[in-house]
């Protein structure tokens, strides 16, 4: 089994783990890259002898819930601002409708 694999696995899900907080928080997580690198690092473990990728289960696991973890805790976030968003947009549409004058039927010019 590769242990700079591992470790490499290890540590990603700590970075995953560390933006599920972040996100969880209400903070600003930066993602960008996160893709490639879960890409890259599953190549890589395909590319293990059968047995040497099999040990490597239990640590892809961890990352694998970690990433469902951070999924859950980003979609529960952007439903808040969803739900924010659309309270605003219901005041402001009842702004603009109770802000113009009534209509008193066809001007006279």
């Keep these: 089994m590769s242990a700079k694999l591992e470790t490499e696995l290890t540590t990603l ?17 930066d993602l960008a890259g996160l893709d490639e690198q879960v890409s890259r690092l599953c190549r890589e473990v395909q590319a293990l002898p059968r047995e040497d990728g099999r040990a490597l289960l239990p640590t892809l696991q961890e990352l694998l819930d970690g990433i469902g973890r951070l999924d859950a805790a980003m979609k529960q976030r952007f439903d808040g601002v969803k739900t924010e968003l659309q ?4 005041r402001t549409q009842a702004v603009k409708a109770y802000g113009r004058p009534p209509s008193s039927g066809p001007r006279e010019d």
């Design 13 to 29: 899900s700590r970075q995953i783990e560390q933006a599920e907080s972040a996100v969880a928080e209400g903070a600003d997580t």
């Design 87 to 90: 309270a605003h947009g219901r």
